[in-house]
């Protein structure tokens, strides 16, 4: 079992930036890829970015390139969003995910095994 708790989230102006964390419970937290996913009111959850076991490959959203960023530090069991230029668009609850396939660059909520609890961003006009 993989426990995941994010944090970071919060109200923010357009054009601000804001980073979220997610921290993870396993000691095996390297040996999984990850995954931000965000969902609005009323629509469906939808990937923003992924990022594999070591770090070193990682994919966006159309939405998001450019402008968010996916890290991880395997030492803190830790992965990070670092999200600059935020518009209202990207009002959403932000969860985190691990996947068990570590090379793993998934898109897909059901590819994923474990969830956090969410977060919620807040981008004001």
């Known amino acids: 079992q993989v426990q995941l708790v994010e944090s970071g989230g919060g109200l923010v102006q357009a054009g601000g930036s804001l980073r979220l964390s997610c921290a993870a419970s396993a000691a095996t937290f390297s040996r999984y890829a990850m995954g931000w996913f965000r969902q609005a009111p009323g629509k469906e959850r939808e990937s923003v970015a992924a990022i594999n076991w070591s770090g070193f490959s990682t994919t966006y959203a159309d939405s998001a390139k450019g402008r968010f960023t996916i890290s991880r530090d395997n030492a803190k069991n830790t992965v990070y969003l670092q999200m600059n230029s935020l518009k209202p668009e990207d009002t959403a609850v932000y969860y985190c995910?691990?996947?068990?396939?570590?090379?793993?660059?998934?898109?897909?909520?059901?590819?994923?095994?474990?969830w956090g609890q969410g977060t919620q961003v807040t981008v004001s006009s």
């Open positions: 995910a691990a996947d068990r396939a570590s090379y793993g660059l998934h898109v897909w909520p059901y590819e994923y095994d474990y």
